[in-house]
């Protein structure tokens, strides 16, 4: 199976903040890679697909890059409604991974 | 509106069984692939099972595998899973997704949640 690892699992941020958050797989994945937020007592949301496509109706400040086996979700200017769980999935090869999360709180 | 809707979910003894079902609304069920996602505190998210659009290939976690069966029936717009031989580390929220693309989703249900306890 390709594990997925997520840093930092927690970070604390101001609005306005650029933030970056790092996924990387244990083997080569090309650009099959996804990104996700979710918030409390709330289902994931698709942000990023294929490593870098924004998808639709996501804001302009969230974007992906990297491909093989390190990636990045970056947020250009944290928003307070961007406060939340973010995670990256693998759909190289089944089983399909997820990492193991990367929460954004308010400093 | 678009929207999947899960059911079906609650408590049951190790050992027992149980059937999700994930109803489907605002979108041509039957032109994608529909998947259930599980999520665990200590877990995370877990990958659980995918099924074709036509229903004739389906995929399992090793974790799930002989245990649990996914299935659809597109005249009704609705995605199933039958849980049996139910262990207390298949507790959690249960959710369905669509695929948008080669596996990754585009469309959650609000989730079900199974508690595995006697």
């Known amino acids: 199976d390709i594990q997925m690892t997520q840093s930092p699992s927690s970070l604390s941020a101001s609005v306005g903040d650029r933030v970056t958050i790092t996924c990387r797989a244990s083997?080569?994945?090309?650009?099959?890679l996804n990104w996700y937020q979710q918030k409390p007592g709330k289902a994931p949301k698709l942000l990023i697909y294929?490593?870098?496509s924004l998808q639709r109706g996501v804001p302009s400040r969230f974007s992906g890059s990297g491909s093989g086996t390190e990636f990045t979700l970056t947020i250009s200017s944290l928003q307070p409604e961007d406060f939340a769980t973010y995670y990256c999935q693998q759909s190289y090869s089944s089983p399909l991974t997820f990492g193991g999360g990367a929460k954004v709180d308010i400093k | 509106e678009v929207q999947l809707l899960e059911s079906g979910g609650g408590l049951v003894q190790p050992g027992g069984s149980l059937r999700l079902s994930c109803a489907a609304s605002g979108f041509t069920f039957s032109s994608y692939a529909m998947s259930w996602v599980r999520q665990t505190p200590g877990k995370g998210l877990e990958w659980v099972s995918t099924?074709?659009?036509?229903?004739?290939?389906?995929y399992y976690a090793d974790s799930v595998k002989g245990r649990f069966t996914i299935s659809r029936d597109n005249s009704k717009n609705t995605l199933y899973l039958q849980m049996n031989s139910l262990r207390a580390e298949d507790t959690a929220v249960y959710y369905c997704?669509?695929?948008?693309?080669?596996?990754?989703?585009?469309?959650w249900g609000r989730g079900t949640l199974v508690t595995v306890s006697s």
């Open positions: 099924i074709s659009t036509s229903g004739g290939s389906t």
């Open positions: 083997q080569s994945i090309s650009s099959y």
């Open positions: 997704a669509k695929e948008l693309g080669m596996w990754y989703f585009d469309l």
């Open positions: 294929a490593a870098s």
